[in-house]
């Protein structure tokens, strides 16, 4: 049957290729696919005497090998199999890639030495050998068979060839499995061996796919744990521990091998969240925990999930730590809580500004706790960002809180925080306050003198301490701080009042730094008032403003009770007024105009300065029509700082 076959093949290729004769009186006998490609054969004039040889060179051959080298190790335990199945019967065992070059073989040595066109490097297409199974593989992509005079060449008329396409896991064809030998010792199975030995390395390519995948995937995953600046803890159904990040390790301060395949609540103390965890009950959000750690006991906000099947089902948990300080010190950061002027931003050549920021500048080095005393406007809280700009803790938050300005009731629970609970309207999961947020940092404590009595203690006890206990809470937190405190009264004589505990005057008072007011400081009101032209007319876009020699007198000559901060607003004023001209007496605020039009500037050094106090709040209520907040903002000062002062010199308060 195979014989009559291989002559009736044999007489019709001569007919067609070697004599020439009409295409179309033969196609219906040989097989199509055979005859479209004896057809290119023709097209392309091939030779069909003599199979074209072409081979890569050395170099070549190594490079495609190389880009092969996956398909090459993955193939061969298979070509070993196949080959034993063949061998000692004149059959060879060739892989090659998807253009048909060979790669690898494995064959008997009687066809290797028939044949010379079978070795690595060597093309089998088409175009070079004509009608063969490697090459029609390569143009059809699918497995066939080519038997004896099927082929185009005569050369190859000897030959059955069994090829199929090996398909990568994305369906790509990567190469060609092909058994090539004697016809006449051809086996019926021997494409169905081949097939077979494709579908094992097809198999074997998406295992090692799907296997480096998860590798991949694994390493992805653990690339990104160990990333994360959070700690991370995984366990699993037994709550025995899986996992842990390198960065919960140096958190808690244990080795890792100690930790995995310990029961998690052994290492965590947190029976509670755990058990809720994996029965399913809840996720937990932002969860504040204490932990008793090698460090001693740290402050940790909690996240934890269940680790679900999919059916489901738990089959454990993941739990991320994130230490409060950083996350107090991420809130300050957002919220503005830095410093952001330093010692070169404090303007000013007079003798006693310079003694002063040279105090400043040898106690910052320290973290002693500093008190400012000074009027109102006179740079209290620039002196303390400068301090803590130049203090240890400089990388730490500068968190301001102005004591007077906060109602008694809530003053405790901004300072120290609260629980849950604590209070009707406090919020849930509680609050940390501004002595926890300025941890590793500074707080600024201004207008101290106003904080009632009840705070105090609380306040001493932190100072002597070092933690804080959230209303509400009992657990104390730890906190490392260094305190500037600021007052405009004289502190002193508020603890001979009985209204500032003589003990925490003591504690704050370590280092007092009195910053002068304006009046004190020589020389330096044109400089400043220079420097605020410059910035105001910046700001309003505006050419910068030229100073009239008589208002610069009077500027010089004013006592200036609000100080730089009423320095300020005047000129702010004077330059918004003036429009980019010559600032005369009618830019300036009217208590100035007015002063300067009476000849009273000159007349200052002849009475108190009290009296003249008094005197300039009497006619400044007077020019406002007793209106309290105009009268303040005049004057450069505080509606508290006024009715103080209002108080002082029994000044009725006026009623509208």
């Given at each position: 049957m195979r014989e009559s076959h291989e002559k009736e093949t044999y007489f019709y290729w001569e007919k067609m290729v070697?004599?020439?004769?009409?295409?179309?009186?033969?196609?219906?006998?040989?097989?199509?696919?055979?005859?479209?490609?004896?057809?290119?054969?023709?097209?392309?004039?091939?030779?069909?005497?003599?199979?074209?040889?072409?081979?890569?060179?050395?170099?070549?051959?190594?490079?495609?090998?190389?880009?092969?080298?996956?398909?090459?190790?993955?193939?061969?335990?298979?070509?070993?199999?196949?080959?034993?199945?063949?061998?000692?019967?004149?059959?060879?065992?060739?892989?090659?890639?998807?253009?048909?070059?060979?790669?690898?073989?494995?064959?008997?040595?009687?066809?290797?030495?028939?044949?010379?066109?079978?070795?690595?490097?060597?093309?089998?297409?088409?175009?070079?050998?004509?009608?063969?199974?490697?090459?029609?593989?390569?143009?059809?992509?699918?497995?066939?068979?080519?038997?004896?005079?099927?082929?185009?060449?005569?050369?190859?008329?000897?030959?059955?060839?069994?090829?199929?396409?090996?398909?990568?896991?994305?369906?790509?064809?990567?190469?060609?499995?092909?058994?090539?030998?004697?016809?006449?010792?051809?086996?019926?199975?021997?494409?169905?061996?081949?097939?077979?030995?494709?579908?094992?390395?097809?198999?074997?390519?998406?295992?090692?796919?799907?296997?480096?995948?998860?590798?991949?995937?694994?390493?992805?995953?653990?690339?990104?744990?160990?990333?994360?600046?959070?700690?991370?803890?995984?366990?699993?159904?037994?709550?025995?521990?899986?996992?842990?990040?390198?960065?919960?390790?140096?958190?808690?301060?244990?080795?890792?091998?100690?930790?995995?395949?310990?029961?998690?609540?052994?290492?965590?103390?947190?029976?509670?969240?755990?058990?809720?965890?994996?029965t399913g009950q809840r996720a937990i959000n932002d969860q504040e925990v204490f932990l008793d750690t090698n460090h001693g006991r740290l402050q940790f906000l909690l996240t934890g999930r269940p680790i679900m099947d999919q059916e489901r089902k738990i089959y454990g948990g993941v739990i991320t730590l994130r230490a409060m300080k950083s996350v107090q010190r991420l809130v300050t950061r957002m919220v503005g809580a830095r410093a952001q002027f330093t010692f070169d931003d404090i303007l000013g050549h007079s003798p006693a500004l310079r003694?002063?920021?040279?105090?400043?500048?040898?106690?910052?080095?320290?973290?002693?706790?500093?008190?400012?005393?000074?009027?109102?406007?006179?740079?209290?809280?620039?002196?303390?960002?400068?301090?803590?700009?130049?203090?240890?803790?400089?990388?730490?938050?500068?968190?301001?809180?102005?004591?007077?300005?906060?109602?008694?009731?809530?003053?405790?629970?901004?300072?120290?925080?609260?629980?849950?609970?604590?209070?009707?309207?406090?919020?849930r999961g509680g609050r940390p306050g501004k002595f926890e947020l300025a941890n590793e940092g500074t707080i600024f404590l201004d207008e101290v003198s106003d904080m009632p009595l009840e705070t105090q203690v609380s306040l001493l006890r932190v100072l002597q301490e070092k933690q804080v206990v959230r209303v509400g809470g009992l657990t104390p937190i730890p906190v490392n701080i260094r305190v500037i405190a600021a007052t405009n009264r004289n502190l002193k004589k508020e603890v001979e009042k009985g209204n500032f505990r003589n003990d925490l005057y003591y504690r704050l008072n370590v280092i007092c730094l009195a910053i002068p007011p304006l009046r004190d400081r020589e020389g330096d009101v044109i400089l400043l008032a220079n420097y605020f032209i410059q910035k105001f007319s910046s700001m309003l876009k505006l050419a910068p403003c030229n100073l009239d020699p008589a208002t610069a007198r009077a500027l010089e000559s004013y006592w200036w009770p609000g100080n730089v901060r009423e320095l300020s607003n005047a000129i702010e004023r004077a330059v918004n007024l003036a429009r980019g001209k010559t600032i005369t007496l009618e830019h300036l605020p009217e208590p100035l105009q007015l002063l300067a039009s009476n000849g009273k500037i000159r007349e200052t050094n002849l009475v108190s300065l009290e009296k003249y106090e008094e005197k300039l709040i009497l006619e400044t209520l007077k020019e406002t029509g007793g209106n309290i907040s105009q009268c303040a903002a005049i004057l450069g000062i505080g509606r508290n700082t006024l009715y103080r002062k209002l108080k002082k010199y029994s000044i009725p308060i006026p009623r509208r």
């Open positions: 070697i004599k020439g004769e009409n295409p179309e009186t033969i196609a219906g006998y040989i097989n199509s696919m055979i005859f479209r490609s004896w057809q290119r054969c023709l097209e392309k004039k091939l030779n069909p005497e003599k199979p074209i040889a072409m081979r890569l060179p050395e170099p070549e051959i190594k490079a495609r090998r190389k880009h092969y080298q996956r398909l090459i190790e993955v193939a061969a335990p298979f070509l070993e199999n196949l080959y034993r199945l063949v061998k000692g019967s004149g059959f060879v065992v060739v892989l090659l890639d998807k253009e048909a070059c060979i790669l690898e073989l494995m064959g008997d040595q009687e066809i290797l030495n028939r044949d010379y066109h079978f070795q690595i490097g060597e093309f089998w297409d088409e175009e070079t050998k004509g009608t063969n199974a490697m090459g029609l593989v390569k143009i059809e992509q699918k497995h066939l068979q080519v038997y004896a005079t099927e082929h185009y060449c005569r050369a190859n008329h000897w030959l059955t060839c069994s090829a199929a396409p090996i398909h990568g896991e994305n369906g790509e064809m990567l190469g060609i499995l092909d058994v090539s030998g004697d016809y006449r010792r051809a086996h019926a199975h021997t494409l169905g061996m081949v097939v077979a030995a494709v579908q094992a390395i097809e198999n074997q390519l998406r295992l090692e796919a799907a296997g480096a995948e998860i590798t991949r995937s694994y390493n992805n995953i653990t690339a990104i744990i160990d990333s994360m600046s959070e700690g991370l803890i995984s366990f699993d159904k037994y709550g025995q521990i899986t996992k842990m990040n390198h960065v919960a390790v140096k958190m808690l301060g244990i080795a890792a091998e100690d930790c995995v395949g310990q029961p998690i609540n052994k290492i965590l103390g947190l029976p509670g969240i755990i058990d809720n965890l994996l003694r002063t920021i040279q105090t400043a500048k040898a106690v910052a080095l320290s973290m002693s706790s500093v008190l400012l005393e000074g009027e109102s406007g006179t740079g209290k809280e620039m002196f303390a960002q400068a301090i803590h700009n130049a203090s240890p803790v400089a990388k730490g938050p500068f968190v301001a809180i102005n004591c007077g300005a906060i109602p008694r009731d809530l003053l405790e629970s901004e300072l120290f925080g609260y629980e849950e609970g604590a209070f009707t309207g406090a919020k």
